[in-house]
């Protein structure tokens, strides 16, 4: 925090003594009669930046005004190539003419992000088993910046009942739980360092609510971690757990089975976007993301949910497409 902040809090903290060293007055202190709190004492710092007399000083400086105007044309053009280079490669992709703007590896083969395409599905345990002390630490400020706390607010409002939540990792949808609404809770997680810190966080955050179990187990498994205890659930959810799973398409399967009828599956993951520009770069980052992070970030999020049978009542994507909100529910529940 001090590493990030240093500056700007030392800044703060100057600016603040100097308020506070103008202002205070000792407690024994008496008003003169007759005489107003001494204005010296009272003036403020005066801020040394205003927009309103930059823009002032730029007018009335014909060089400022040209330098200002050669770094608005600069930021242009550069924005105009940028756009230009993105579309290219979108209708390259999308005609299959060959794309000048291809990169090229070493020995001057065009590099085909096709061929690379979505890497097999693995198990990703071990990869969060040493991320998770970390992890938090790690995305945090990731989440702030792109509104993911947004959208994790957004899919705890629908959760409700008896809940489960798959590939739970450390608890970050728990600071939007409303315990209120649920009547118990099943956190469910194959990394067992990721599932200690939802527990403790739970712990701590929810010390009186008691109708709550941690299982350590796969998506894959779920009917059969369920089989004796019959148990099913009135709303299923999972946040970036596709992209992690071995086999997402039987993971998805599984929470199907699970749920009550009139139950929701509500999901918040990420995957292939809008622009095929994009998808061939996260393609060709496919190998080192699953290596650093455990996740397939450029899977057909979509088609998985297509395959599933599940009827969708909402969709809603993010993010150039590349984050997916979805509430499904079991067809029969429509009839
Ligand atoms: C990208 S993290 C997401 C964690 C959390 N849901 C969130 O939104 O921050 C993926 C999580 O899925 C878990 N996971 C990976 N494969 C799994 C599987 N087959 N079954 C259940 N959980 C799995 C990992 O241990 C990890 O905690």
Same mark, same amino acid.
């Given at each position: 925090?001090?590493? @990030?902040?240093?500056?700007?809090?030392?800044?703060?903290?100057?600016? %603040?003594?100097?308020?506070? +060293?103008? &202002? +205070?007055?000792?407690?024994n202190?008496?008003?003169?009669?007759?005489?107003?709190?001494?204005?010296?004492?009272?003036?403020?710092?005066?801020?040394? %930046?205003?927009?309103?007399?930059?823009?002032?000083?730029? $007018?009335?400086?014909?060089?400022?005004?040209k330098?200002? +105007? @050669?770094?608005?044309?600069?930021?242009?053009?550069?924005?105009?190539?940028?756009?230009?280079?993105?579309?290219?490669?979108?209708?390259?992709?999308?005609?299959?003419?060959? $794309?000048?703007y291809?990169?090229?590896?070493?020995?001057?083969?065009?590099?085909?992000?096709?061929?690379?395409?979505v890497?097999?599905?693995?198990?990703?345990?071990?990869?969060? $088993?040493?991320?998770?002390?970390?992890?938090? #630490?790690?995305?945090?400020?990731?989440?702030?910046?792109s509104? @993911?706390?947004?959208?994790?607010?957004?899919?705890?409002?629908?959760?409700?009942?008896?809940?489960?939540?798959v590939?739970?990792?450390?608890?970050? /949808?728990?600071?939007?739980?409303?315990p209120?609404?649920?009547?118990?809770i099943?956190?469910?997680?194959?990394?067992?360092?990721?599932?200690e810190?939802?527990?403790?966080? %739970?712990a701590?955050?929810?010390?009186?609510?008691? &109708?709550?179990?941690?299982?350590?187990?796969r998506?894959? /498994?779920?009917?059969?971690?369920t089989?004796?205890?019959?148990?099913?659930?009135?709303?299923?959810?999972?946040?970036?757990?596709?992209?992690?799973?071995?086999?997402? /398409?039987?993971?998805?399967? $599984?929470?199907?089975?699970?749920?009550?009828?009139?139950?929701?599956?509500?999901?918040?993951e990420?995957?292939?976007?809008?622009? !095929?520009?994009? &998808? !061939?770069?996260?393609?060709?980052?496919?190998?080192?993301?699953?290596?650093?992070?455990?996740?397939?970030? /450029?899977?057909?999020?979509?088609?998985?949910?297509? #395959?599933?049978?599940?009827?969708?009542?909402?969709?809603?994507?993010?993010?150039?497409?590349?984050?997916f909100?979805?509430?499904?529910?079991?067809?029969?529940?429509?009839?």
């Amino acid at each position: 925090m001090f590493r @990030i902040f240093g500056r700007s809090g030392a800044s703060f903290a100057v600016r %603040f003594g100097q308020f506070w +060293a103008l &202002n +205070a007055r000792p407690r024994n202190f008496v008003q003169p009669r007759g005489f107003a709190t001494s204005q010296m004492l009272r003036q403020k710092p005066k801020s040394s %930046f205003s927009v309103s007399q930059l823009l002032k000083d730029i $007018n009335s400086d014909p060089k400022k005004r040209k330098i200002l +105007a @050669i770094s608005l044309f600069t930021l242009y053009f550069l924005s105009g190539i940028a756009g230009f280079r993105y579309l290219s490669d979108t209708k390259y992709k999308a005609t299959g003419d060959e $794309n000048p703007y291809k990169k090229v590896d070493s020995e001057g083969n065009i590099i085909d992000a096709a061929e690379i395409k979505v890497i097999e599905g693995h198990d990703t345990t071990p990869v969060y $088993n040493r991320l998770a002390r970390e992890y938090d #630490d790690k995305i945090w400020l990731e989440e702030i910046t792109s509104y @993911i706390w947004y959208m994790r607010r957004k899919l705890m409002k629908y959760v409700k009942g008896d809940a489960l939540e798959v590939s739970c990792g450390t608890g970050r /949808n728990l600071k939007y739980l409303n315990p209120k609404k649920v009547s118990s809770i099943t956190f469910l997680d194959s990394s067992l360092p990721m599932l200690e810190v939802t527990q403790e966080k %739970f712990a701590q955050k929810f010390a009186n609510f008691e &109708n709550v179990q941690f299982v350590q187990g796969r998506a894959e /498994n779920l009917v059969d971690l369920t089989a004796k205890s019959h148990q099913k659930f009135d709303t299923v959810y999972e946040s970036f757990g596709l992209c992690s799973h071995e086999d997402p /398409n039987k993971a998805l399967d $599984n929470m199907k089975k699970l749920v009550r009828p009139g139950g929701r599956i509500v999901l918040l993951e990420h995957g292939r976007g809008y622009f !095929e520009s994009m &998808n !061939e770069r996260m393609d060709r980052q496919a190998a080192s993301r699953a290596e650093e992070w455990g996740c397939r970030w /450029n899977l057909d999020i979509g088609k998985i949910v297509a #395959d599933s049978g599940l009827e969708v009542e909402k969709e809603t994507r993010f993010h150039f497409g590349t984050i997916f909100f979805y509430v499904l529910k079991v067809p029969k529940d429509l009839k």
